[in-house]
T-cell receptor
């Protein structure tokens, strides 16, 4: 498969709790992005982290990147029911070309 | 609404028929992508355009698939002789130009997708 791995595949939490999703990838990268997708809709960009960055914040989102382990994590703090969606990481191989590789996603369900 | 539109939003067709989808990217975006997404999976890259040039195609893209971007603006994706395995969501995304040396991964803006069902 061309896709990376995401963990867990599904996550169910209570409103107010934190949600952590992990992504592993296979090749060296320049940067990594996280996207969100509501059921049956297109994807929406959340955050981009470059390969020389280790952590990045945006509102309630915190992303970490460990290039030595080829992994990233997305933390959503103080989750809300509206955060219910699928979350995907996306990378572009450093070897060039234009392909973008998405993981299989984590399905997050936040219970009110 | 990201500013990327796709038409139609839904398409039901019979096996063996041809279908064509259209994507209108954000006007100042010269890069355009097509993806296919099946239920429970992430988007799979199909092809990439820079202006009107198709610069990369996935091995997933069989000979029955063809994509064009004739004037560097809108793009079409055609599937000939559809098969039931073609049933999926077809997503289009666009972005601004980025440095090729840097790999050029910048924010992609996705359309709402065209959901195809082949009976």
């Amino acid at each position: 498969s061309q896709q990376g791995e995401e963990d867990p595949q599904a996550l169910s939490i209570q409103e107010g709790e934190n949600a952590t999703m992990n992504c592993s990838y296979k090749t060296s990268i320049n940067n990594l992005q996280w996207y969100r997708q509501n059921s049956g809709r297109g994807l929406v960009h959340l955050i981009l982290i470059r390969s020389n960055e280790r952590e990045k914040h945006s509102g309630r989102l915190r992303v970490t990147l460990d290039t030595s382990k080829k992994s990233s994590s997305l933390l959503i703090t103080a989750s809300r029911a509206a955060d219910t969606a699928s979350y995907f990481c996306a990378t572009a191989p450093y070897t060039g070309g234009f392909k973008t590789i998405f993981g299989a996603g984590t399905r997050l369900f936040v219970k009110a | 609404d990201t500013g990327v539109s796709q038409d139609p939003r839904h398409k039901i067709t019979k096996r063996g028929q041809n279908v064509t989808f259209r994507c209108d990217p954000i006007s100042e975006h010269n890069r355009l992508y097509w993806y296919r997404q099946t239920l429970g999976q992430g988007p799979e890259f199909l092809t990439y355009f820079q202006n009107e040039a198709q610069l990369e195609k996935s091995r997933l893209l069989s000979d029955r698939f063809s994509a064009e971007r004739p004037k560097g603006s809108f793009s079409t994706l055609e599937i000939q002789r559809t098969e039931q395995g073609d049933s999926a969501m077809y997503l289009c995304a666009s972005r601004r130009g980025g440095s090729l040396l840097a790999g050029g991964l910048e924010t992609q803006y996705f359309g709402p997708g065209t959901r195809l069902l082949v009976l």
